[in-house]
């Protein structure tokens, strides 16, 4: 990519791609394609860590009689593909709340302004297309994309269910 002759606004829109692009394919893999496991390695390992938290937290002690230590479901699914007994049940019980949360996700738009919340951190907002013109209602319903770097990975989603940085924890705040 030739960034030559490119007005400064031109070349923030540009380097800004990469964050979006991320943004888009992890909404593209929930609400597009309907699959958590696929937007899971789309994900911070620490909003994985404090999903599963919030899903385990009122249950920690059915998880131990089942022979599952709650500490140890959590590290397993902080990873790209979790491969615990597990993640089917998550998977099952998660997926229909996220998706009617926010349907049609995937065919949203970002918005022009993204917010430097660290240096390796960004914050998003997706919104439905409006219908016409480019002023969107008041009260539209919009998605929050709080999105952390890391060197290695890429751009990931570090929470979509708000915009506060998550905090893993028992109960995790999110």
């Given at each position: 990519?030739?960034?030559?002759?490119l007005?400064p606004?031109?070349m923030?829109?540009?380097?800004?791609?990469?964050?979006?692009?991320?943004g888009?394919?992890?909404?593209?893999?929930?609400?597009?394609?309907?699959s958590?496991t696929?937007?899971?390695?789309?994900?911070d390992?620490?909003l994985?860590?404090?999903m599963?938290q919030?899903?385990?937290?009122?249950?920690?002690?059915?998880a131990y009689?089942?022979?599952?230590?709650p500490?140890d479901?959590?590290?397993?699914?902080?990873?790209?593909?979790?491969d615990?007994?597990?993640w089917c049940v998550?998977?099952e019980l998660?997926?229909?709340d996220l998706?009617?949360?926010r349907?049609g996700a995937?065919?949203?738009m970002?918005t022009?302004?993204h917010k430097l919340?660290a240096?390796?951190?960004?914050?998003?907002?997706?919104?439905?297309?409006?219908a016409?013109g480019d002023?969107v209602?008041v009260?539209?319903?919009?998605?929050?994309l709080v999105?952390?770097?890391?060197?290695r990975?890429?751009w990931?989603v570090?929470n979509f269910?708000?915009d506060?940085?998550?905090?893993?924890g028992?109960p995790?705040?999110?």
């Open positions: 990519m030739n960034l030559d002759g007005t606004q031109q923030e829109d540009a380097l800004h791609s990469a964050v979006c692009n991320a888009f394919a992890f909404t593209r893999a929930l609400w597009g394609e309907q958590l696929k937007a899971w390695p789309l994900t390992p620490e994985r860590r404090c599963a919030a899903w385990l937290h009122g249950q920690k002690d059915t009689r089942a022979g599952f230590d500490d479901v959590v590290e397993a699914f902080a990873a790209d593909r979790p615990h007994p597990l998550f998977e998660q997926l229909p998706l009617a949360w349907p995937h065919e949203w970002v022009a302004e919340i240096l390796d951190t960004e914050l998003l907002y997706m919104l439905p297309r409006p016409e002023v209602p009260g539209t319903p919009f998605l929050p999105m952390r770097h890391d060197e990975a890429g990931r570090l269910l708000s506060a940085l998550p905090e893993p028992w995790p705040r999110m």
